[in-house]
């Protein structure tokens, strides 16, 4: 009795995995959340760092796997085609694995500090030179009209007498 209900059981699953599957829910599911898969062990691996359970260096892999997996769920989300402006966040992810270690760890090599600068520095700059290319120079301008806007009604009014 007991090995005909487990065998009832197995086949109910199998039915609805194979339903499901017809279904295209997996499909679904690979599909749309796949960027998941980067970005959980990188969270775990910041949370086993901070229980104390892992050294110092699973924050390298754990803040690569953290930007990458945000960056993938941007371009999952709004189009593939947005890595032709955003792919100096890949250069980005490892400068924030290697600031996160050197932060942390006592005995940290002297190249980590200047390293994760340098690529984080250029990695910034990258991003700004492939964003200003789009069309996010109209929100940059934007904001700058309203700044010396800003600069010239709103300071003007709370400045008097003080000069500048």
Do not use: C, D, H
């Amino acid at each position: 009795m007991k090995n005909e209900k487990a065998i009832g059981l197995f086949i109910v699953v199998a039915g609805l995995l194979i339903l499901l599957g017809k279904l295209g829910v997996f499909a679904f599911i690979g599909r749309n959340f796949w960027p998941l898969l980067l970005l959980l062990p990188g969270i775990a691996l910041y949370v086993l760092f901070y229980a104390r359970m892992t050294p110092a260096w699973s924050l390298l892999p754990a803040g690569v796997l953290s930007v990458y997996g945000v960056l993938f769920s941007i371009t999952n989300i709004w189009g593939a085609g947005l890595m032709r402006n955003l792919w100096p966040v890949l250069l980005l992810g490892v400068a924030v694995g290697l600031l996160g270690y050197g932060m942390v760890e006592r005995r940290r090599p002297e190249f980590v500090y200047p390293a994760a600068l340098i690529i984080g520095a250029v990695s910034v700059v990258l991003l700004a030179f492939t964003l200003l290319q789009t069309g996010i120079i109209y929100v940059f301008a934007v904001l700058l009209i309203l700044g010396g806007i800003w600069l010239l009604v709103g300071r003007g009014r709370t400045g008097r007498g003080r000069g500048w």
